[in-house]
């Protein structure tokens, strides 16, 4: 529950102005088309509120929102009462409703899951039920939701959640052939390292390194659906979205973005602060802070161009 003493601890550090005229109880976070409680906390986008009738129709205990929405909420809705003033709302609102209105998990170990003896486990770890932990080390307040399946030689830090399905460590894709054209499984004796505050999104795989280990650095957010093959460096802050698959010994920079269903072959970097777009097939190295996109993937400058010399072309065949 979030009270007026409580919030004004948690956003001691933060740059906002805080506008509080009646009682504060919130147990609830809403979206804004449902905002109707005033026991609920939203946000609001700046610029969203375009009609007088939008306005008069919300009702909450708190509002999170920039300060050109709050004037105009003030002077029109006389039901709010409570407000946080902020450059960045969504941001705000994420810190408050992470905290005090998100379910929390007791830490525990499900009657049904499965941890090796020799896993090592920090404190207030949660593991689901049906999950099969074999010797891992899991880092201090990590979550692993319900079957997710952890090989051995699999380390997660601190404050890692990893949602329902996800499997991690198991052997990569990587063979050869002998002289007699039979087909020879390269090993894959390598581990997973996940390092601190790391999401990853349900049914993802991240498979061992072969002979390294693959490499997810700190506050990577990897959506649903994805595929980490062998090898691969995943930098800081990275974000990979659903259905993306990173081919073996990829590397993909700091705060770089890969959007849903993109596909970046083995052995490619990809740019710190480099934007993949949606659908991509990338072929070769991304440099830092470029926008690719297309299949194959190219820098956005000349994805444009074809597309317009296409476009072109299908209006004087269509002359």
Not at 144 to 154: E, M, R
Not at 158 to 163: A, F, P, W
Not at 252 to 268: E, F, H, Y
Not at 304 to 312: F, Y
Request: aromatic letters at 6%; charged letters at 15%; a negative charge.
């Amino acid at each position: 529950m979030l009270n007026k003493e409580i919030l004004i601890q948690c956003l001691a550090n933060e740059s906002v102005e805080t506008v509080i005229n009646d009682d504060l109880h919130i147990t609830k976070a809403l979206p804004l088309n449902q905002a109707n409680d005033v026991s609920a906390l939203i946000w609001i986008k700046p610029g969203n509120i375009n009609a007088d009738s939008d306005v008069k129709n919300i009702l909450a205990g708190l509002v999170v929102c920039d300060e050109a929405t709050y004037k105009l909420l003030s002077a029109k809705n006389d039901r709010l009462k409570n407000f946080i003033v902020t450059q960045d709302p969504k941001r705000v609102f994420s810190l408050l409703a992470n905290i005090f209105v998100k379910p929390k998990h007791s830490p525990g170990i499900h009657a049904t899951a499965i941890v090796h003896p020799n896993a090592k486990l920090g404190k207030d770890v949660y593991i689901g039920p049906h999950s099969i932990i074999e010797e891992c080390t899991i880092g201090d307040n990590t979550i692993i939701y319900g079957n997710c399946f952890l090989f051995s030689n699999v380390s997660v830090g601190k404050n890692v959640t990893i949602n329902p399905g996800v499997v991690i460590g198991a052997d990569g894709f990587g063979y050869s052939r002998n002289e007699n054209g039979e087909v020879v499984k390269f090993p894959h004796i390598g581990g997973v390292e996940i390092m601190d505050n790391v999401d990853i999104g349900a049914n993802t795989c991240i498979d061992r390194g072969a002979l390294g280990n693959t490499i997810i650095h700190s506050n990577v957010k990897i959506d649903n659906l994805v595929h980490i093959a062998h090898n691969v460096v995943i930098h800081e802050n990275a974000f990979i979205i659903a259905n993306a698959m990173v081919g073996g010994s990829a590397e993909i920079g700091a705060n770089a973005w890969v959007a849903p269903s993109t596909s970046i072959n083995q052995q490619l970097s990809v740019g710190a602060n480099a934007t993949i777009g949606t659908g991509s097939v990338v072929t070769k190295n991304v440099p830092a802070n470029e926008v690719w996109a297309g299949s194959p993937a190219r820098n956005m400058t000349d994805f444009l161009r074809i597309q317009k010399n296409l476009k072109d072309q299908l209006n004087d065949n269509n002359a």
